[in-house]
């Protein structure tokens, strides 16, 4: 399996705060074709072994954990979502009610 070449890299736009300088703290971005590419955190996660296979299976040369990574996201992506939705349809059923 190959990985995509990863450069650190300083991101002039991200603003530094008085805390970032108080605690020597430099504000790094990875940049990956282009694109910024948030830091990630390194956990430890205990899968179902057939959850774990799935993914595998799924992901190919890509990387498994880079798959699961994305479908977390995008879990949380769909449930902000609906959160959203309902309130903006309770707002509207409510508009309709005192209308």
Known sequence: MSKKSITATFDEDAPITQGDIDAGKLVLRKRV?????????????????????????MAGERGYQTLINEALKTSLQQADIEAT?????????????TA
Do not use: N
């Open 33 to 57: 074709e282009g694109r910024v590419v948030q830091p990630k955190k390194r956990v430890t996660l205990y899968l179902d072994a057939t959850l774990v296979e799935r993914f595998k299976d």
């Open 85 to 97: 939705i309902r309130k903006v349809i309770r707002e509207e059923l409510k508009e309709r009610k």
